[in-house]
């Protein structure tokens, strides 16, 4: 029989502890001839004992109170064994008024009892030194093999479980997912991925402890804001997952998202510090048949999305916002090698005096050939190169060539009383040797400073103001003159124009556009056309693409403009012809469209 015992509890596992050990029970229950066995695990953690199995099987009530013993619980029946490391005999004793015999016999693993191993019997019985032999062997194959389960759940909950919060970690969230996600079950099945923010920062200002409090205090106001069957995981540094246990669509999940951002804005005290945090969340949801790493990459994006946009720190997953990050994605692996690889092209917009159509200047406009996505405008790609530390290679890409075609042109007779404008973002301000550049492409292009005009934007954040002011006083020695750029739109607007050595200011093209339709734009326009005489300082009106706007803002004052009334960006070899004839032609007179007369 201990042989057979023996290989049975070999291949034994977490799973299928429960009924082989019950079979165990039963063989030696009949052999014997006592009346119920068990098997019960000692947890020295909790001070318990805990029931494994038993033979036969009690109708017990429910909690059951056997199932989890506490050493020193009064009227334990498991009082005298806490130490316990021989088998102990009871002879007859009343045991729920009824007279029992039993024995325990230790499972003892290096000299400690680890679990025990009890048979009862009704009525006086007497075990034999030989019975409590085989007993004792099988105690210890029980020991063992316990010892081995034991190990092998404490690996798995190590290798599924974050060590720091206690939560499953990814491994697990990838099964229970995949589980959530079969064909067949129900749905839609929600992810909400949420981000921490600042974790960085209190590393590194207050130490990895900090942030190890942090991340202990997001897991249990997690877990006390959301249902026991909710999976919650710990899911990378600054990241936790929750899938709720019930199916729930994007709203029902964006609601639930707003709740836990809610709960979690909080703070937690470090050395008598209240060290404050806040999350960011991102939802997507998946329907069962999708596979669970798409719909985590979905919830992911929409958390990048909720870092970023104002959206209340609470983002959902939608197509759009796919293409979008997709597309950025996109840029951020390909702009360098744009830049190097001559995918780049710039396109002329010019501006014209309106009183008689004169080209006073070309502005040099960046885009970029896509082989497969066709031409890219910069408003997509402008943004995503100064985020990656691309602007300089960008600006400096742009600078030379704007200035090798403008010489060019210089050369063949063209463009000589036109300034070539070009646009500098706020980055290139403050880097280091933008200056340095911008007079090499002077030099190297035999170009004279004051041909050249740098149109910056009002939104040089305040930390590089003085930087930016440098930069430009720097420009200012090598005569190049400066624009602000969409005039209106920044703040400090009134302080820049003091401050800064500008030259010209461009009205932006949205008051232009309701120019005609909005009095309070209007007014607007109209005070920045002050303010600009005022200051001494040129003035032009972007976006001009109506008659009307073009007269009004002659009536105001403005007569230097841009838009596609007097037309588009084009290519250099088509801005050509304007720059030859120096002259475009368009109509101030209001288009009746469809007749001709
Ligand atoms: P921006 O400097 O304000 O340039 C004018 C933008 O307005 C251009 O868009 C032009 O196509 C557009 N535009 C001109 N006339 C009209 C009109 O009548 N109606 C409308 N609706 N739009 C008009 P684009 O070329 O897409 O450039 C967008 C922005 O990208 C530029 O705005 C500028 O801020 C930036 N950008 C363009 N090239 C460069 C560059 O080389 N370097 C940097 N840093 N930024 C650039
Ligand atoms: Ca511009
Ligand atoms: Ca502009």
């Known amino acids: 029989m201990v042989t057979q015992i023996a290989s049975e509890l070999a291949a034994v596992d977490e799973v299928t502890m429960p009924t082989t050990i019950e079979r165990v029970l039963a063989d030696l229950i009949a052999h014997f001839d006592v009346d119920f066995g068990y098997l019960r695990r ?34 334990s029946p498991f009082h005298a064994v806490e130490k316990l490391t021989e088998p102990m005999l009871t002879s007859a004793e009343s045991y729920f008024d009824q007279y029992v015999t039993s024995a325990v016999v230790p499972l003892v693993m290096h000299g400690d009892s680890i679990g025990l191993l009890g048979f ?11 019975e409590l032999a085989v007993l004792t062997v099988i105690a210890s194959l029980l020991a063992q093999s316990q010892a081995r389960v034991d190990t092998e759940a404490r690996l798995r909950h190590l290798s599924t479980h974050d060590e720091l919060t206690e939560l499953p970690n990814h491994h697990s969230l990838f099964g229970y997912l995949g589980q959530r996600l079969r064909a067949g079950r129900p749905g839609p099945v929600a992810a909400l991925c949420v981000g921490l923010n600042g974790l960085k920062l209190v590393n ?5 402890t900090a942030g190890d409090d942090i991340l202990r205090d997001v897991a249990s ?67 069962p048949g999708d596979a669970p790493a798409d719909v985590l990459r979905r919830a992911d ?54 009183r008689n159509g004169r080209v006073l200047a070309v502005e040099a406009l960046v885009r970029w050939q896509h082989p497969t996505r066709g031409l890219l405008l910069p408003d997509i790609f402008v943004g995503v190169a100064e985020t990656t530390k691309l602007a300089d290679e960008l600006g400096n890409w742009v600078i030379r ?24 973002s706020p980055k290139q301000l403050t880097s280091p040797n933008f200056v340095e550049r911008v007079e090499q492409a002077l030099r190297e292009h035999g170009l004279n400073g004051n041909s050249v005009c740098l149109e910056i934007t009002e939104n040089v954040s305040v930390e590089d103001l003085s930087r930016a002011h440098m930069t430009l006083h ?41 120019l005609n339709n909005s009095p309070e734009d209007r007014a607007i326009v109209e005070s920045i056309i002050g303010l600009a005489h005022e200051f001494g300082l040129e003035i032009i009106g972007e976006g001009v693409e109506t008659a009307e706007a073009a007269r009004t803002l002659l009536d105001l004052g403005c007569h230097r403009a841009q838009g596609f009334l007097i037309t588009r960006p084009l290519p250099a070899e088509e801005i050509e012809a304007h720059l ?18």
Request: a neutral charge; charged letters at 25%.
């Open 120 to 130: 009862v019997k009704h009525g006086d019985w007497a075990w034999s030194r030989q």
């Open 42 to 75: 000692i947890d020295r953690e909790r001070k318990a004992t805990i029931l494994v199995a038993e033979w036969p099987r009690r109708s017990a009530p429910d909690p059951d109170p056997l199932n989890v013993v506490y050493f020193d619980q009064a009227y």
């Open 580 to 597: 030859n004839t120096m002259q475009i032609p368009f109509s101030l007179e209001h288009r009746r469209s469809g007749r001709s007369e």
């Open 474 to 514: 720097a420009l200012k020695r090598l005569n190049v003159q400066i624009a602000i750029d969409d005039f209106g739109t920044g703040y400090n607007t009134l302080s820049h124009l003091k401050a800064l050595p500008v030259d010209t200011v461009k009205i932006d093209r949205s008051f232009v556009k309701r």
């Open 204 to 208: 590194s200002y207050l130490g990895r």
């Open 301 to 354: 994006l929409a958390l990048r999305a909720a870092k970023t946009q104002d959206s209340n720190g609470v983002a959902v997953f939608t197509d759009t916002l796919y293409e979008q990050f997709e597309l950025a994605d996109h840029i951020t692996l390909n702009l360098r090698s744009a830049v190097s690889d001559n995918s780049l092209v710039l396109h002329y917009q010019p501006e014209v005096d309106l």
């Open 221 to 287: 106001r997690l877990r006390e804001q959301l249902e026991l069957n909710d999976m919650i995981v710990r899911f990378g540094g600054d990241e936790f997952v929750v899938v709720p246990n019930r199916p729930m669509d994007n709203y029902s999940a964006e609601l639930l998202a707003s709740r836990i951002k809610h709960g979690l804005s909080g703070g937690v005290t470090i050395d008598g510090e209240t060290v404050s945090y806040g999350v960011d969340i991102g939802v997507a949801v998946g329907i």
């Open 401 to 424: 060539n704007a200035c090798a075609q403008f010489a060019d042109w210089r050369r063949r007779g063209f463009a000589s009383d036109v300034v070539l404008r070009v646009n500098a």
